[in-house]
């Protein structure tokens, strides 16, 4: 299994938002979490990837069958977790370039492999910014610093193309983008799926599920999963909207 929640009770601020949720997600599959502002859909994702200031009051996370609680933000990434953020930050005075390059080897490096060399990851990142249909350019700017927000969005997934994680989880990855760009986010997704690996998508709306394929949908209502199904449960979600499901 790759990633398996149990019985999660997680918080921020001292305020309890995530209440019990179980989770199993296997090698191959992608999960989509769907719910309203406020339902503890970010708060998941933040837990998962070790962000400061959230705490977990019980409960577990696995990650391939080792718990993951103890672990830094740094070392669930060298390990194989992603995540894409819904408002990525700006490093002003860091290029693309060096930013990737170092990040990449600090991965290759915590598996015993050879760093990749300038020439080499070049090379690489090239054949990742066609894949994106991103220009170039964007390795010499600054990372996210006067990006639209279709380009921080794009050159998030540029990033997971790149260090190719085990499981990435993408938080609201959609939001604010348009048509155009919203499917060349999706492509990139689409083109990373492969037997080894899995996705967790974050997203307020049932657009994105246009584009890619999840093997399971699951609603987040204050801060547990209600009901779990396959791709229709988000089309009646956009029918209907959510409180059909709210107790």
Known sequence: MMLEIKNLYAGVDDKQILKGINLAIM????????????????????????????????????????????????????????????YPVVIPGVNNTYFLKAALNAKRKHKDEKELDAADFLKLIKSKLAEMDMDANYLQRGVNEGFSGGEKKRNEILQMLTLEPALSVLDETDSGLDIDALKIVAEGVNKYRSPKRSFLVITHYQRLLNYIDPDFVHVLIDGQIV?????????????????????
């Open 27 to 86: 090698p191959g599959e992608m999960h989509t979490i769907m719910g309203r502002n406020g339902s503890g859909k970010s708060t998941l994702a933040n837990v998962i990837t070790g962000r400061e200031g959230y705490a977990v009051i019980k409960g577990d996370i696995l990650f391939n069958g080792e718990s993951i609680l103890d672990w830094s933000p740094e070392d669930r990434a060298l390990t194989g977790i992603f995540m894409s953020f819904q």
């Open 227 to 247: 009901k779990s199904g396959g791709k229709d449960l988000a089309v009646d979600l956009e029918e209907k909207g959510y409180s059909w499901l709210e107790a």
